[in-house]
Structures are given as C-alpha cells and as structure tokens.
C-alpha cells in the first residue's frame, strides 16, 4: 500500500495543497487500486477512469494557475449507484435499470464536482438500497475487506466496502433505516446520516421519500465533517430540504471536547439480543467518554421496541408508490411476455417488473401495496404513523434529559455471506438500533469502537437532536481520538489487498 493510499482525506488535502502530489496521481493511484483488487470486494459497479482523470487534471490545472479551490478539491470519491449521474450508469442495483445513463446530475452529484472531487465511479448496492448486507444486488454482492467470506453490510455495502478496502479515500451513500451506519459498523468505517432534509435528496432514485438522507462514508470523523459541508445545505429542487446552513460540523470535529456533555445511554438498545463483544466495546467506549468528562445518564425511549415493525410498514408502503413508475413504458427494462402474440401494456409491465425486480424487492412491494390497500390502510399504514409519531417523542423527551443519545449501531458484528439471506427477518433486526432515528429524521453517526471477540469490527452509535449534527462530530471525534489513543492507530483490515 504506498504512502498516499494509506493517508485519509484530510492528509490527502493538505498533500495536494502543499505541492506534494497531484490530483492526477492521486486519482490514478486509487484507479490502479480498483483494478487490482475490485474484482475480490466488488465495491463499485461501474468505474469512470476517464472522467475521474479528466476531472483530476482541471483541479491540477486550477491549482496551478493560483484559484482557489475547496478544502478536499482534487480528493477523487465514489458515489453509491443511486445517484443520477451524467455519463455513468445508475442501475441502483437491479436489472430493471441495467445501463440506463441518467440526463442529469442529483444535486449531491453536482455539490460533489463543482468542489472538485474526481468521481472514481459507482458503489453496489442491494437492490433499490433494499437490504442490510449487499447480498441483494442484481450484480453480485460485495465483500467485507475483514472477511472477505462475510458481507460489509447494506445496503450500501459497496461504498463501505470501498473506503474500508482503501479503493476510495471518500464514498457517499444514503441511509433509510441504517444504510450509512450499518455498513459502518461491520467494515470500520465511519459513516453520517445528517438530519433529514439537510442534504438534497433531489436525483437520488427514491426507496422511501420521508426516511432516505444521503451521508458520508469515510474513514475519520473529520473526513466525513469535510465531506458533509461539501454536500449540505438548502436546495431549492428537494421540496424537503432545510432552508438553513450547514451546522458547524468541521469546527465540531476538529474541537472534539466532552467535558459536560450529557451522554444518553438507550435502554432500549442494547443487551438481550447483541452480540456480547459488542455490548463490550460499547461500554468500554461509554467509560472512555466518561473519563473525558462527559456525564452519562440513561434514558428510556419506549416506542423504539416497536420501531423496527413500523419501519417495515412505512417502508414498503413507500416503495410501493416510488416503485410504481417502473413500468416498462417510459425507461429501464422491457420484456415482452412470453407466448403473448399482441400482448397488452399490463402484459408488458407485469412481464419486465417479474424479470427486472428481483425477491426483496418483490416482497417490498407487494407488503407494501397489501398495507395501502382498501380496509387495511388505517390497520396498517394508519396505525405505523401513529407510532412513527411516538418515536419522535420519545426523542424529543430523551433529549431533555441528554445531550447525544448512544447505543451500538449494530447488534451484531458482520455476518457470512448467505447466513441471513433466506431468513428476511433476521436480516431486518440488523438495522433496529439505526431504525428509530431515520423514523424520527435525527442525525446520527456510527464511529469504530474496536474489535469483538471474533476479531471483527464494532461499531459505536451516536444520535442527536434534529439540525444539531454538530453535536454528533464534536462527540464523534472525541471517542475517536480517544480510541486510537487506546489501539495506537487506526484499525486497519487484514491485508487481503497486499
């Protein structure tokens, strides 16, 4: 591994500023990486080698010529496949859309070049980003640089995977129920879902529109508060978007002081059902934090044991609505039905989203139009929302009483491939400790907390009131540096990419 790819974002910032590489060596250098070890991880579905050159080279060009430039210009990044973007493929890992090349940029996409960050191509992901493990993609799964033989969670899976692996210094991914933090997690990675609104979801190709928000995917809390200020802020084309700046997240990160900070500890999330290496590190890292001066208090938040159910109605009864505009008659896929010799444009549809949507998706849809249907959508549907409501109570009550509320982001640490993937309900309750904070539209984070007992990575959540994302990078760099304190570095996979 040369000295550049082992350097995060930042280091990689203040090498291009200070003249001691260039963008073009750099993008080249993590382009050669792909090529070399892609075809182990399957991170990406698509690589852009030309366009991130190209776009490298202008930065260099800038820089020379005196302009000025953003702080992580010339950084390349990978996008995960659910953002529309101009001359690469958005497939969102499905069939359905196999090749299709979107005519516009997702406003994150555009925040993303217009910074000067060369774009090295497109992350896998499960399927419409329905999943916790990328097992689900149309086009393979991905692969934890832990374990190559375990999944690097889900769904975005690719961009952890990614940035895990060192294929990509920066990824972006989105983040319904835990897709950010989750991947996070298991692949010891950091990964952001800000506040819901407070990133354009303009061109993200829709899952579910009240719960999805776009996020970093890096390496140090301080890369992905660098990250976030590049694709934050209010824009006009989201109807959903915070008309209102970006929270101080670089001055968060960079202070990183806890002394005072009230730290809720989750009744709700934690013990019975976690993996006891898990549970470990995460009061380890509590009593970290309390050693830096932070108060801990523990805080009952009773709704979120009905979180996951609610999810999984709110969810599908969204992708059922978003989902409906694949019908074969405007883009993606078209298949003609079999032994059909005039075949009706229902025939059409309903033979091409059989051959283009895959199981999960499937079972998402159909769930989900079951739950919107006549004399089951106030049974169902209603009552999810009634409950979704009491969750962000909770919330609010919760952080009355604290500062940030913390748990472990996932129960468990990275599962093998195949171990939950005829079992959806198992694979559902990877996600119930990230669930009630997209249901609440909070901002959280999940920071690397260490090793379990199997010798892989844990994960550290923190969540925070909404709009105060800031909260989440000053205690998210605090347990950071403490940390690496402890372990001496940063944790680093196994060198399965000598």
């Known amino acids: 591994m040369t000295d550049l790819i082992s350097l995060n974002a930042a280091g990689l910032a203040d090498e291009l500023a200070s003249g001691g590489t260039s963008s073009a060596e750099l993008t080249r250098a993590y382009l050669d990486r792909i090529e070399a070890y892609d075809t182990t991880l399957h991170a990406f579905l698509h690589v852009d080698a030309e366009g991130a050159l190209a776009a490298a080279h202008e930065v ?53 070049r217009r910074a000067g960050l060369p774009i090295l191509g497109k992350t896998n992901l499960d399927e419409f980003a329905m999943g916790s493990s990328t097992e689900h993609s149309a086009y393979g799964p991905s692969r934890n640089p832990w374990d190559t033989e375990r999944t690097p969670g889900g769904s975005g899976g690719g961009s952890a995977a990614a940035v895990a692996g060192r294929l990509a210094p920066l990824a972006i991914g989105t ?95 934690g013990g019975e059902g976690f ?25 009952s938040c009773p709704s979120f044991v009905k979180a996951l159910a609610t999810y999984y109605l709110v969810l599908p009864s969204e992708v059922s609505s ?10 993606g896929l078209r298949v003609a039905p079999e032994d059909v010799d005039d075949p009706s444009a229902e025939q059409v549809m309903a033979a091409s989203r059989d051959a283009g949507f895959g199981d999960e998706v499937k079972r998402r849809i159909i769930l989900g139009t079951y739950a919107l249907s006549s004399g089951y959508y106030d049974a169902y549907y209603g009552s999810a929302q009634k409950v979704r409501a009491l969750v962000a109570r909770d919330f609010e009550a919760a952080f009355e009483q604290a500062d940030v509320l913390v748990s472990p982001t996932a129960p468990t640490t990275a599962f093998k491939m195949g171990e939950k993937l005829d079992d959806p309900l198992q694979m559902y309750l990877q996600d119930v400790a990230t669930i009630p904070g997209n249901l609440a539209g909070v901002p959280g984070i999940s920071v690397p907390a260490g090793l379990a007992e199997d010798g892989l990575p844990v994960g550290f959540q923190l969540l925070a009131p909404l709009q105060a994302d800031d909260r989440l990078y000053n205690a998210g760099a605090a347990l950071e540096r403490l940390l690496l304190e402890k372990w001496g570095g940063p944790l680093t996979p196994p060198e399965v990419m000598a």
Request: proline residues 7%; negative net charge.
């Open 175 to 269: 983040d319904t129920g835990g897709s950010i933090r989750q991947p996070g997690a298991l692949t010891a990675t950091v990964g952001v879902k800000p506040t819901y609104g407070g990133v354009s979801r303009y061109g993200i190709v829709a899952l579910a529109s009240s719960l999805d928000q776009a996020g970093p995917v890096t390496r140090t809390v301080l890369d992905a508060a660098l990250l976030h200020e590049v694709i934050g802020g209010h824009d006009p084309m989201d109807s959903t978007s915070i008309d209102a700046p970006v929270p101080p997240v670089v001055e968060a990160a960079r202070r990183g002081d806890v002394s005072g900070l009230r730290i809720g500890v989750v009744k709700e999330l």
């Open 60 to 112: 260099d060009r800038k820089r020379a010529g005196g302009e000025e430039l953003s702080p992580l210009a010339g950084v390349p990044i990978a996008v995960k496949d659910l953002f529309c973007t101009v001359g690469q493929p958005t497939t969102c890992g499905s069939r359905i859309l196999e090749g299709w090349v979107p005519p516009y940029d997702a406003t994150v996409v555009s925040r993303l």
């Open 275 to 299: 993996q006891s290496g898990v549970q470990a590190r995460f009061e380890e890292a509590v009593e970290l934090l309390v050693g830096a001066g932070a108060k801990v208090v523990e805080v």
């Open 322 to 331: 978003n989902l409906a505009r694949f019908d074969a008659m405007r883009y």
